[in-house]
């Protein structure tokens, strides 16, 4: 299966913004990892926005993972390091397998925009249920940052030496 923009195989995706300030109509992070995965052509299958709570985030994923249609989850928001930020929590035990680099490059990327501040994310990435699955901050330039560093090329299926499109085949 390949589009019209140079023979990468497009991705079904689920993307999760998790966040007690924000809705859709405002959920300007959400709105462009939706855009850009479009752009690239990817394709949506969900979207949902919830509140920090560790049991519903947890289940909507786990209800995404077990969905074989569903091949990449992207989740935006409550990576930080505040009470109230539970992403980490509700889904790194859903992980077969955790993707160390992921969260590591990202902050090495991120060093440049928020400097020490990085520190603070625990964004991450891992593979469960022959599902992708990327957690990234809820600002938009740090879903800009992740995607145009990182996502980009490694959701790519052309990409070489070698990208994730083949976990999910």
Not at 11 to 34: C, K, M, P, W, Y
Not at 69 to 79: A, D, N, P, S, W
Not at 126 to 153: K, M, Q, V, Y
Not at 162 to 168: D, E
Request: net charge negative; with cysteine; hydrophobic share 40%.
């Amino acid at each position: 299966m390949s589009n019209s923009l140079g023979g990468l195989k497009p991705l079904n995706f689920a993307l999760l913004t998790v966040s007690d300030t924000r809705q859709i109509e405002d959920d300007t992070s959400g709105a462009f990892l939706l855009d850009v995965m479009q752009t690239t052509g990817h394709d949506l299958v969900e979207r949902d926005l919830l509140k920090d709570n560790l049991y519903e985030v947890r289940a909507k994923v786990a209800c995404w993972i077990a969905d074989e249609e569903i091949q990449v989850v992207l989740i935006t928001g409550g990576t930080g390091f505040s009470k109230r930020d539970v992403t980490p929590e509700a889904v790194l035990p859903l992980l077969d397998k955790e993707i160390p680099g992921f969260g590591e490059l990202f902050r090495c990327l991120s060093i440049a925009e928020v400097g020490s501040s990085t520190l603070q994310s625990r964004a991450f990435g891992g593979l469960s249920n022959n599902t992708l699955i990327f957690a990234l901050p809820g600002s938009t330039n740090a879903c800009r940052t992740a995607w145009e560093g990182i996502l980009l090329e490694q959701l790519d299926s052309s990409h070489k030496p070698c990208n994730f499109v083949g976990l999910v085949d």
